[in-house]
């Protein structure tokens, strides 16, 4: 159904629903997950709708591309799969069940990688062939399927654009609302809420608060980055992807009290009790962040001796 939505340009409902009606009237045939035609519909169908040999030739090359296509990224992530078992948790992590969501799941994981190295490889040509081929595939891949590791996707390819200095594009808009889409669709659609209770929830918070951060949005970077504290606390996981969340946690709250000293002060008191966390276990944390802890410890203490009243008793 996937290949058949991406040769017709269809909706995969759509495409599934007329699919359905075909193999009620015993048009097609389902062996596993494929379809086929039906021996002696087929035979009626190249009388009737045999196209000259030209075009003939021009679909069959078109479909044989795009099934290469598709086994050739579901091969690769399998590879990476095996190869790596933090990717293999991360997956499982995203629920991706069905042939529709592996197929696109394994398409946006090979794109992520092909962009990552266009990027690095600093060809300014060849960073703008990849963002060419990674929208119109990411066109494809979201009409085709409304799984949340789609949008999550999308999000961090168009940062790894975006960050790549020779474009000097902004795609900020989009990659806010990629991150809304995959957090809204986790929390409202029943089939994905289970991801809410895994790492990589945790993960997608802590890097849709960092980018709001990153960009300003201070009070909603307070939000999400609360919410990836909390999902990982209650795994009871507590990494250094979580010191390093906390830590942007803390300048945000920092941010919000310099802001408005005198009505703000219930964060400088958040932003202290973090900071006391970041220090009490300072040998888990990487260099950058030991590093801010250092510089933000030294700020606070300044505050608070300025200010006898932040000093809690």
Partial sequence: ITTLCIL???????????????????????????????????????????????????????????????????NQMESDRQNRPELSKIMSDWDIISDADKINAAKMYQIYGEVKRKCESASLMSVDEAIDSFLQNCRESESITAHP??????????????????LRRDY?????????????????VDQYSGIQTTKSYAALLWMYGQYL??????????????????????????????????????????KCFDEDKNNNKSY?????EINDILEKNIRKLDGSTKKYTAQRTQKINKIKCNNPDLIKK
């Fill in 8 to 74: 017709t340009k269809g909706i995969y409902p759509q495409v599934q629903a007329v699919v359905n009606i075909l193999t009620n009237y015993l048009i097609l045939e389902k062996r596993g997950s494929k379809y086929y035609i039906n021996n002696f519909a087929e035979k009626y169908i190249i009388n009737k709708f045999l196209p000259d040999s030209v075009e003939y030739e021009r679909l069959s090359r078109e479909i044989v591309e795009r099934q290469n296509e598709v086994t050739r990224s579901l």
């Fill in 172 to 188: 900020s808009e989009e990659i806010i609302k990629a991150y809304q889409d995959t957090t809204y669709v986790i929390k409202v």
């Fill in 149 to 166: 590791f789609i949008k999550y996707q999308k999000a961090r390819i168009l940062q790894l654009i975006e960050n790549y200095p020779a």
């Fill in 213 to 254: 951060y990153s960009h300003n949005q201070i009070k909603e970077s307070i939000q999400k980055l609360e919410e990836s504290k909390t999902a990982s606390e209650q795994l009871k996981i507590t990494d250094r992807e979580y010191f390093k969340c906390i830590s942007i946690l803390c300048d945000a709250y920092l």
């Fill in 268 to 272: 400088f008191f958040k932003a202290s």
